[in-house]
């Protein structure tokens, strides 16, 4: 990878390739600070009055340090992907920073952020709807080349040529349209857009759950690889547990706009500490009827609450089976318990 | 469990498609006995739906055929009923469930007229009595204020009580068999376990027999009594669910084994994918059809397709190599922590 400022971060304790990434003060490669994003709900034809806002992201923090993959686990609608969209600054955020190499990105605009942008990427979940199906495969790739003026012509060709046999497709297909692909190489072909650019760092929303069973192992495999090779750094957004915490060396539960806990993998499983990290954990299925016949489930009442107006005082109190009269009147605070594990509850 | 309910024999469908006959299901030949839970476990396209479709016989004629086969249900061949006949079984002896709590049910009428429906039709009920049957399955499934419920449309419910709609629906008939195809893949984890937690429920109270259509094998390893696994249209193996995850005998359930990470495993056990994709449906080989992705192939497996084969106690597997899989497997899986089952 030739473009990259090299400085010299600490060396990642995953034994991965060295991050080529700039870091911060702390060690981090990307900051979030109490960030938050609303949408608005409006009312009104012609004079639109806002009555009410999503808050899809309500105020978390976390860091994510070079060549890490941070696994960002919850259920549907808790604001996972407008968190990974809100550190792209494909949405603006309401509120709060976004420290990636040492810029906030939240204050960044025009040109200044374009030029960031080539050193972080998207993969995105459905890759049917993410390739544009009238440019070629060798187009889709080139754009992002072309639009930071990386490369042209014949170099251009070689890049592509060269990144789709790094994502493991025959350079020959440079010519083909998306449809002649199945849903394993089209995400393939993802993965060689968001490489094209060299980036630090990559957010992967959801790459694999539009799969297939056997092509999920293909694909993780591949973006590990992809990791050692050019030391990337990964915010890996799912809802599978057992994928995450394959692929993460660190992560973060989200539930209802707030991360309710951070922690390495190993800890998370086997010392959860939030009631919703542990309802959460029971309910994943393990492929093997022996384990599975012994298994408690913890089973969570009821459903996630409207993000348009969450509870008050803890979000989780409505479902969580520990919760005591403090939990309706007041919020937890972000805490550390140690080693670097946090923690939002009052029980714990 | 003993006696047979249901028992499929050489079923074969095909769809006529512009660019040739897809051949969906391959001579798929099972049994379900009372009582008994089946998972039937395959990727898109291995025809596990299509199959279950075929037996419900909802696969719309033309561009589908039923090629061969006979589906006895309690001794009679669906196959040959007619329509009106097929219309009494149907919600009635048979329900089915299907994947998507969002489009199944219909957005203009009010949950408790599509309860009341079957009921009133099937049961001959008058309409107070199918609306009280009506709240009552709705209270079986854990929907709160289920009275007061009937008058909502589909809208007014969450995904995961929707599905739950969706099985009260099934089971108002109290039927023998019920069908549920990948009821719970489109809800998060947490509404799984609520689902599949009634489901199980319900089974031991209603004395049902399930056949549970997913991908998934971690939601069937809690749920199943046996499983048929299933690969471009051919049943490729079946054995009572320990016996199937402590002893897989065909590379492909193997593969699947080895490529779905597992919570209980630390970060970075290196997965073991199936490289390749599946066969062309509409130019099946006439080998094994898994031979392009196969570790285990050889001449023999190119020439002639293997038939299922009795490998071990209610264990069938449609491999040539077989043994070849029984010693290397464990290898090829890197497990330790699994221990064959006792027959």
């Known amino acids: 990878m030739s473009t990259e400022t090299q400085t010299t971060p600490p060396a990642p304790a995953t034994g991965s390739a060295q991050a080529n990434a700039s870091t911060d003060a702390n060690g981090a490669i990307l900051s979030i600070r109490n960030l938050k994003k609303y949408f608005p709900i409006t009312q009104g034809i012609i004079f639109q009055k806002k009555v009410a806002d999503v808050k899809a992201v309500d105020g978390i923090s976390f860091d994510v340090k070079p060549g890490e993959t941070l696994g960002l686990v919850g259920e549907s609608g808790c604001g996972k992907s407008t968190t990974g969209r809100t550190i792209l600054q494909l949405y603006r955020p309401t509120e709060g920073s976004v420290l990636f190499e040492g810029k906030d990105l939240a204050t960044l605009k025009g040109e200044e952020l374009r030029k960031m942008r080539s050193n972080m990427q998207m993969i995105f979940q459905d890759p049917y709807a993410s390739l544009n199906p009238r440019m070629t495969v060798g187009d889709i790739i080139a754009e992002p080349l072309e639009v930071h003026n990386i490369a042209k012509g014949k170099e251009k060709k070689e890049r592509v040529q060269e990144l789709l046999q790094v994502v493991g497709l025959n350079p020959y297909f440079i010519n083909r349209y998306p449809h002649e692909f199945s849903g394993g190489q089209r995400q393939r072909i993802g993965i060689a857009r968001a490489l094209a650019v060299n980036p630090d760092f990559i957010v992967c929303d959801e790459p694999i759950s539009a799969l297939d069973v056997s092509i999920q192992a293909q694909i993780v495999n591949l973006l590990e690889e992809l990791q050692e090779r050019f030391g990337l750094t990964y915010l890996f957004i799912a809802h599978d547990l057992s994928v995450v915490r394959h692929i993460s060396d660190r992560i973060a539960v989200m539930y209802l706009g707030k991360i309710v806990e951070l922690t390495d993998g190993h800890t998370l499983y086997a010392n959860p500490l939030h009631p919703y990290t542990r309802a959460l954990l029971s309910a994943v299925p393990i492929p093997d009827p022996l384990i599975e016949e012994k298994r408690e489930r913890i089973i969570l009442v009821g459903d996630v609450p409207s993000p348009v107006n969450p509870p008050k005082g803890c979000r989780f109190h409505t479902r969580c089976p520990l919760a005591i009269p403090i939990c309706k009147e007041v919020a937890p605070e972000w805490r550390d318990v140690g080693n670097g594990h946090f923690v939002e509850c009052h029980v714990v | ?343």
């Open chain 2, 1 to 343: 469990m003993g006696n047979i309910l249901l028992d499929v024999r050489n079923l074969r469908t095909e769809f006529a498609t512009q660019d040739g006959v897809v051949h969906a299901v391959n001579g798929v030949t099972f049994h379900l006995e009372e009582g008994e839970t089946l998972g039937l476990v395959g990727e898109s396209g291995s025809g596990k739906s299509v199959s279950m479709l075929t037996v419900m016989r909802l696969i719309p004629m033309p561009p589908g055929r039923i090629a061969s086969g006979e589906v006895l249900f309690q001794g009679q061949d669906l196959l040959k009923l007619g329509d009106e006949e097929m219309r009494q079984i149907r919600g009635n002896k048979i329900a089915m469930v299907f994947q998507d709590p969002m489009t199944s049910l219909n957005p203009v009428l009010t949950i408790g007229t599509q309860i009341t429906e079957a009921l009133e039709l099937h049961l001959g009920m008058n309409k107070d009595k199918a609306r009280k049957r009506a709240a009552e399955l709705l209270k079986m499934v854990n929907i709160p204020e289920a009275e007061r419920r009937l008058d909502d449309y589909p809208h007014q419910f969450s995904g995961g009580m929707r599905q739950r709609v969706m099985i009260a629906m099934g089971l108002s008939c109290s039927p023998q068999l019920l069908i549920a195809d990948e009821p719970t893949t489109a809800l998060d984890v947490t509404i799984q376990a609520q689902i599949t937690d009634i489901v199980k429920r319900l089974k031991n109270e209603l004395g049902m027999s399930i056949i549970w259509i997913t991908h998934d094998l971690g939601v069937i390893a809690g749920l199943a009594d046996r499983i048929n696994v299933m690969y471009s249209g051919y049943i490729v193996e079946t054995a009572p669910v320990k016996e199937l995850f402590a002893n897989p005998l065909h590379p492909y359930t193997v593969g699947l084994l080895g490529s779905i990470p597992r919570l209980d495993e630390g970060r970075r056990e290196k997965l073991t994918p199936i490289e390749g994709l599946p066969p062309d449906l509409v130019n099946l080989p006439t080998g094994c059809p898994f031979y392009d992705r196969c570790k285990f192939r050889t001449e023999k497996c190119l020439q002639e397709n293997p038939p299922l084969m009795s490998v071990g106690v209610k264990h069938w597997s449609a491999c040539w190599h077989y043994e070849a899989v029984r010693e290397q497997r464990d290898a090829i899986l890197g497990r330790k922590f699994m221990q064959p089952a006792a027959a």
